[in-house]
């Protein structure tokens, strides 16, 4: 039997097509009980203050990259969204005279508008972003060259190469309202996926790839880049993908309540700790990695009750 259509898209697989037990028990969970979800491959931290919560995050920056050498580099994949990590990891490199010379960044994503990545002089450019926050502000002396910083293209191959010979020490990520990691959406409810969506196995060999992007996908960066303005989003992106998110010794995600909601910070909590995998919550995936670690920021957790505004 077919499952239920989409309550937000119907055209397309999303995690209002779940069991209604899985949406239930992740809806009862507390923050106490979230914290005891940790298991052997997977660790949920709680950070206190919001000024703890993204210097940690951008310590994983510096840990990562005092691994790196000239024969041994080692680079970190890194988003935009959350972007307040990114002006400290700056201050803490210069601080600290760090030499990063030898390391390597990816960003995780970019927009892509008619078949071609936007440019780096795009208002809502990602590149454009890590340049600004963070790369620009280090010192030139102790910086990577240009060469050592993978931005995704539309053409792909360049950047799926620069995963070869390097070690991606940790991806970061945050998580969106359709409960993705870079843009690795739910896929449309078309073809050979009409009645199920593609198997843990299947979208697993996806690798670096244009997308479409679920609906509640381009509302979410409406909302948060553009206040509001959906006709000013592209409906397309680059995203890195599950295979490289595999060659990543760990997957390091970041809740700060400002993204995703307090449902879908518990769902994918609950579906990772109890390896329920399914590919309408594509977040789900990453119950099959090693070594994943959900950061949240305990006062943005908030509470599934219902309250009416």
């Known amino acids: 039997m077919s499952r239920k259509l989409s309550a937000v898209a119907p055209g397309w697989w999303d995690y209002t097509t779940l069991d209604k037990e899985i949406v239930r028990d992740a809806a009862v969970l507390t923050p106490e009980k979230m914290l005891k979800l940790s298991r052997p491959g997977f660790r949920v931290v709680f950070h206190d203050t919001i000024e703890e919560f993204y210097l940690a995050e951008a310590l994983e920056y510096i840990e990562a990259w005092k691994r790196s050498s000239a024969d041994n580099p080692v680079g970190i994949c890194g988003p935009i969204g959350p972007t307040e990590q990114l002006p400290l990891v700056a201050r803490i490199v210069n601080a600290l005279g760090l030499d990063i010379r030898s390391a390597h960044f990816w960003g995780m994503d970019e927009w892509c508008i008619d078949g071609k990545e936007v440019p780096a002089t795009h208002p809502l450019s990602f590149e454009k972003c890590d340049r600004e926050l963070c790369f620009n502000r280090i010192d030139k002396k102790l910086r990577m060259s240009d060469a050592n910083l993978h931005f995704p293209k539309a053409d792909t191959r360049e950047y799926r190469a620069s995963w070869s010979g390097v070690r991606c020490a940790v991806m970061q990520g945050g998580q969106g309202d359709v409960k993705h ?16 969506p593609p198997t843990p196995s299947e979208y697993r060999k996806l690798a670096t790839r244009v997308v479409n992007l679920h609906p509640l996908t381009i509302a979410q960066n409406a909302r948060t880049s553009g206040g509001g303005n959906i006709s000013m989003v592209p409906t397309q992106a680059i995203s890195v993908g599950p295979v490289e998110t595999w060659l990543s010794e760990k997957v390091s995600i970041w809740h700060a309540g400002s993204h995703d909601n307090p449902f879908g910070q518990r769902l994918t909590c609950l579906m990772i700790a109890k390896r329920i995998v399914d590919t309408s919550v594509p977040m789900s995936l990453l119950a099959d990695h090693p070594n994943v670690q959900f950061n949240y920021l305990r006062k943005g957790i908030g509470s599934c009750e219902v309250t009416m505004h």
């Open 181 to 196: 990691w870079a843009f690795n959406d739910p896929l449309p409810r078309t073809g050979k996926y009409k009645s199920a």
